[in-house]
Structures are given as C-alpha cells and as structure tokens.
C-alpha cells in the first residue's frame, strides 16, 4: 500500500470509545502514544486531563469521550493518546484502544446524520470498514463492515481550551 493517498482516498487510523469506533485522517496524526498520566492543570475544563511532553512541547492531553458527552474513559492496558494536529496546534486525544489504519475511498463517506444539538456537529461523516474492532467494541458490524464515524477534529472547538492548556 502507498504511503501517500491518491486522489479520491485518503487513510485514516480507527479507534474506540466505549463502544463506537471512530476514525481520523491519518494526516492530522502525529503520532500515538502509551497512556501516561498527565500534569494535572487547575482552572481547564473537566476534559482537559492535564499536559504532557512531546520532545520539549507542551501538549495538553484531552478524554476524547468527556469532551464528546460521554462518560469519561476508564483508563486500561490498552488505553493510548493520540496526538494529532488541529488548527496548527498539538492535542492529544485519549482512547480506549487503536484499532487498525485503513484506506477509504472518498466516495464511501456518508454524511452525518442531521439532528439537532446544541454545537455543530463533530462528526464529518460515516463510512464502512473492515477495519477489525477493539476488544473493548462491540462495533456496530454486518456482513458489509464496521461502520466508523469520521471526526471533524475541527468542530472539536479545543482551540480556546488548548490556548489555556498550553
């Protein structure tokens, strides 16, 4: 498999929270890191878990569930963050598990389903994989595939609870 994407695909690591398998472009993605205990910081919102150290940056540590409403992740062997890039700046996101890293192709995103919430939507889309679910998951299959929600890392509006974290 190529490292870069063609027109029209592109590659994106899954991953699971709870029971939901997500995924990211693998672009935005620095890398993936064991779960080590963050620096706790007072006065951040409840899902900012503390910063930690990437190679002399200072990059605050996030519990991807927390954040998206969720009850807050229960840290295990298999827990990891993942750092990735939003807007310019460095986050990691703490998961329950990495899954797989697979190539998608454009054209198999579905848009995200529009209901009402109170902030727009973090999710850019859905798409089928057959990326193997976590042992934790208990993924939404069929004989077609996991579906994975694609997250909009943008939309996750961390930018003003980055810019305090950092």
Known sequence: MSTIDSPGERKIVTFSLGEQI???????????????????????????????????????????????????????????????????????????????????QDSEIRPAPDVEIGEPSVIAGLVKTTTRAGEGAAAHTDDDGIMVLLLDLDALSLTPSLDIAA
């Open 22 to 104: 997500f995924g990211i472009n693998m672009s935005s993605l620095i890398e993936i890191r064991e779960w080590d205990e963050p620096t706790p910081l007072p006065g951040v919102p409840s899902f900012i878990k503390g910063v930690t150290n990437l190679r002399g940056t200072v990059v605050p540590v996030v519990c991807l569930a927390e954040r998206l409403g969720w009850p807050p992740s229960v840290i295990h062997a298999r827990s990891c963050i993942l750092v990735v890039n939003i807007v310019g700046k460095q986050a990691g996101f703490l998961v329950d598990e990495v899954a797989d890293i697979v190539l998608i």
